[in-house]
């Protein structure tokens, strides 16, 4: 059974950082991408980056882009997202997703690839 556990939500002010965590068991890391969703109260779900694993390609929404960084530590099978210069419109629960031998791309792929989810981690960016 695959499982996904989120850590490193929290509070901070704008224009700080936090670093999320998302650890994966029960899948062969390698085989997989790994996704960064958000969902905003009273908003949909949206992706925030992405990551193949075995060849390093990523993806990144254009609302993050040169604020998050997405990263992977095979050894510990963790995927990353680093975020920087976090806006209050950042605020959300992040999930994290694993999607079966993805090829990340520059377009956005699609929700329903994502076959893994995660509990969520609340980040919240105060003004």
């Known amino acids: 059974e695959v499982q996904l556990v989120e850590s490193g939500g929290g509070l901070v002010q704008a224009g700080g950082s936090l670093r999320l965590s998302c650890t994966a068991s029960g899948l062969a890391f390698d085989d997989y991408a790994i996704g960064w969703f958000r969902q905003a109260p009273g908003k949909e779900r949206e992706g925030v980056s992405c990551i193949t694993i075995e060849v390093g390609s990523t993806y990144y929404a254009n609302s993050v882009k040169g604020r998050f960084t997405i990263s992977a530590d095979n050894a510990k099978n963790t995927v990353y997202l680093q975020m920087n210069s976090l806006e209050p419109e950042d605020t959300a629960v992040y999930y994290c997703?694993?999607?079966?031998?993805?090829?990340?791309?520059?377009?956005?792929?699609?929700?329903?690839?994502?076959?893994?989810w995660g509990q969520g981690t609340q980040v919240t960016v105060s003004s």
């Open positions: 997703a694993a999607a079966y031998r993805l090829r990340v791309g520059p377009v956005a792929p699609p929700e329903r690839l994502f076959g893994s």
